[in-house]
């Protein structure tokens, strides 16, 4: 892997254009909003449309984070609707070889019938709060970055714990502008969730591999689920109502959901290692794995139907990295980031005072990346677990880290603590499969480690792999249970061979991570914070902050695009799906489910089946609700064009375009081909 | 091994005998007191001896503690004199092939002659404190006995930093009476400390192991060192004076000592563990490295030189642990033990308040040591480093625990932290050789082990032993000085072989010691402090607390006794030491240094040598002085003999005596043999 290197190019421009620049209005779409920070005068201004607390407020309750991805409240009896990818686990874990629910997709008729899925929580945002000057003021004069990040994290566990135990939520402190500002979010969970409704995979990721990231597109990506409180579906009022007239070009749609995360403030440095450091490793590793699964795939329709969530994500995170990918190598783009960026620096360095202050930021971080890539390799394969792919280390890291870290109140950790009791089903021969190939990828890489020495030093990465998936008793949720609740002692003491190995490679793993969170992490939240300050103090707060995971709205226009001189339409139909299938010849990914063939003429085939609209999104946003001025549900978002995945890095509206399910689609299926009015009715409150 | 079995012999006695023991008053000379217990009463009465306290602070402030040994002040300008096998690790680390100090003795003719030992650093008590209340005020109604202890070792540990940072003294928190009670010392500390005087290794272990604990005696077991302090000699008032007449049979005399341990407060079930779990393993441990080390010594004069040390340790080690158990494996001794904790809980028994609060302790003492039985092995192997017989690997794990355990600042890790600017020289040949048969004695005993498997797998005990001595670079100490100040990033990340075999076999040593901690120290704790408190209810606190490792006075007095039938005198004389070796025609290990043949015609060979006393004493009171009532210098401790090793457990004043150096005969020797009239001045004060 090459280092790092820095290539600067030498920008100037003059003081006026600058100026002018810095006094520039918002003129754009761009934002995933903070809930607190929705720009408010904007839309007003720019749509006339004057965002009410009310509005903000329903819109919120009745958004739901689903596993790392978005639902929403689509009944006032619990029903949650969600992308079928972003269920897709859940549905897996339904399944076995005799039910496979993936490929012939699941209606409960009545709620006796609904399924509960073990393992998943849902998440409702109660409330925000801002802690900002709370977590600032843990730094004292004199404090290493390192001393004023563990000095924050102390806060920030604290906080979080104080109002996990005052509200009884689970409450999480969100970092924003890179430590410029600190929010406290509240979320009421459930974790009594049951599969009501799940296409069949053809319909759902109709075009597969092939045409994801791309549009025009044809998919029915759509799984519903219902929450259950005490035993009951749950009553709300925080529900999404279906929108009764259809959709018009130029129309104005909001979306809430949680994008995992963008990288529009990170300095031109960070980019460069990016791309140079961090992609073509992760690319590189996830063609690795496709590969491979694809073999594994290719044995039987069992180890098909085992491996192909797993291969979904996979190829999903790979088209995703490279698009981003694509960005940093264009040319243009990264000579906007860094003009944008030699702006802004130059502002500050004619600016004594702001000069002192924020004069080193940039360069500090510039460090950082040099010292991230020297050991970026280590990282990834000890500490971020590449070398053990597979569910039972993960697991018993987990017990590990539970059992023995300092802070062991933090959320993430009690999410995990309850994931233990129940893990979807776990085939060892699969485990066994993917941990062997990565043991030899850590063995080609990091031969003269002394864990790999100890792990590999004379047997094949074939027989430790099976020793360790056949020797270990981490699947019996009972043998878990009993591990997390003995602590350290239990675990210490452990002979189970998956703990033996998390506990051998744990103190390397501990000293990676204290080593990324002193010489990288550190020092990138100093200095983040120092330039959210300086951007505050030049531009205001009307810049977006970069997404997190959590709760934000983003909003646009419904509207088509122009592509290689072609008019991309913003919405499909039905009509469509099936021409494109048959153009196929209806081969796969090209394939219908039966049934869609067979109830065919049933169909009113001029239904709009997905839309696109200039939102701002990003992965994590699967599944978000697309609502219009009303508030009334019109769509879900299911994913991004391939012009969309730069934007991670720069925003842009000509050609990038969010892609959703048009929930009349929804309707129209449900009735003609899934007999399942009773369901239509439900969502369109005609119960 | 076989498991601790509890074979109760059944006891009955009337409760009239028992109240009768109860209300009698101590009538031996019994006891290692703490300075701040002095039986002042027993001593007034019995001998007619007022001990005021002048007399006391002036024993403590001149008792120095050596190592885990004793020693004391002896001159005003800073002499320490101790026993040369107290120094003699100090000795060896100045020695080399070339200037064996240790054959040939030294003697610094001037002070700038006098050679720095690296390492060594002694301390003086300057004060106790009793912090019984505070400590036990730790302990909140519910808590389990875990949490008590937790909760005390936080107390003291707070005691402990907030004494030191008030002080600048290293401040140490003794626990007395298995709980009962907590007393709080100071200690002045002193790092520069210069070798002025030892014997050679012939005279000062002459009988060498067949008479170690054995008497009559003639040793020469003296070494003689200065403290400097800033660069000059330290002056001291508080220095023993010596005695200016010759001890006679009967008199009073007075130990100031640090001896190691006792267990004469230990329950039945305790000491049955020790007869048939714990001493079993240490006697055939000892051996088999006795055997080794004997083996190595053979190789050459200069491995002879190296092991010589170690070998002395094994076989004195041996030899009172031998001893130890012979008092265990003795009937009658358990007999009487049983008897005697069968008065008391009868007693307890009988008076049902008393019975509610400690009718359990010996119960709960009992299940602990079945449970410490259960994973002994192990525990000894992996947490006591019984399976890394290397220098190195010592210095690893201090390491290692320096930077990842929690606190930090107790005073073992400060010294630990101090002592690793400077070790004395260690030699890989032998470090190679004591690690191979230990890692050997691993795979013998633990084969199982996951540990042992990914060390031993697939190579060699010697293999492995090799590459990691020879791999390690912890010989450097400023290899170790930058570890330790790297933290755990730096450990954790550290590739060294040493460091990591430390890493890997952390997490099951320490689950070991957790275990330990938990399962059986905490239920001791807390059944040892309701048992002593029970004590203090039915006795008083006339019972002599056990010994702890901590400054103790003890008294007897000089007096020969009877052997199977035959009168052994209370001295021996230096034509005593000439007869013996002449009966043994001068052959190791009753040889004599050249001079001392030579000189011989220079001696009164009528000078008392060696002399014994019914001190209580006991491994660790090694260079206590031994005082008249006057409070002058008589003699050095340096051994007990056969009979006194039972008194571990049992005190007995019939056969049992400590056995000292007599002051005289190091005069003599000074003066006559080494020429060092000089030295003998300034004891005698006549500079």
Redesign the interface.
Known sequence: MNRFRSNRIKVSLSLLVLLLWLLLPAVADEGMWPYNLVPKDYLAKKYNFKVTDEWLDHLRLASVRFGGASASFVSPDGLVLTNHHVGRGAIQNLSTAERDLIKNGFYARTRDQELKCPGVELWVLEGIEDVTDKVLSAEKPGMSPQEVLAARQKIISDIQKEATEKTGLRCQVVTLYSGGKYNLYKYKTYNDVRLVFAVEEEIAFFGGDPDNFTYPRYDLDISIFRVYENGQPLKTPNYLKWATSPLKEGELVFCSGNPGSTGRLLTYDQLLFLRDVSYPFTIANLKRRQALLHEYANRGPEQERISLNTIFGIENSLKATIGYQSGLLDKELMAKKLAEEQKIRQEIASRPELSKEYGQAWEEIAQAQKEYASFFKEYQFIERGNAFNTVYFNLARALVRMATE?DRQNPEMVAARRMFGSTGPIYDDFEIYKLADSLKQLKEELPD??ETK??L??KSPEEVAKELVTGTKLKDPEFRKKLMEGG????????D?MI?LA??V???????R??YE?RVQAVEVKNGTLIAKALFQLKGTSIPPDATGTLRLSFGVVKGYMENGKKIPFETTFAGLYEKAKKHNYQPPYSLPKIWLEKKSALNLNTPLNFVATIDSIGGNSGSPVVNRKGEFVGALFDGNIQSLPTRFVYEEKLSRSVMVDGQALIEALIKIYDAKPLADELLGKK
């Open positions: 300092r480690l002394q100890w792990l030093g004379c350290s002692e239990a675990i210490y003491q452990c002979q061979p033996k506990l051998m744990e103190p390397l793993a501990r000293g990676l204290e080593r002193k």
